[in-house]
């Protein structure tokens, strides 16, 4: 919300200057940055599930398959989805349907 502000509407505008000045604004801009850290960190996991997804159908479609080679990544996979639901955990709101 700050990025969209320019600098001269933070001067000009006096409730602009009171919302600058209260805490819980302080705290609220603080956890929206860290739901984006945490969000960006989620993506980059994802990513690398990918990537491992990707080697691991090359590795099985290939003429020769090294068969401890896949085992290892397929674990390593498991092991980055696990980290993916420990960490969107906490941003999914827990609500009854």
């Given at each position: ?40 960190e989620i993506d980059r ?53």
């Open positions: 919300m700050i990025d969209l502000i320019n600098s001269r509407e933070q001067i000009t505008n006096p409730r602009f200057a009171i919302l600058l000045e209260n805490r819980s604004f302080e705290l609220y801009t603080a956890q929206v940055q860290e739901s984006a850290n945490q969000k960006e996991v994802r990513g690398e599930h990918r990537v491992l997804d990707q080697k691991i159908s090359e590795l099985s479609c290939g003429p020769i398959v090294d068969y401890l080679m896949v085992q290892r990544l397929k674990k390593q996979k498991l092991q980055l989805k696990e980290k993916i639901f420990q960490q969107s955990e906490p941003i999914l709101p827990d609500i009854i349907a």
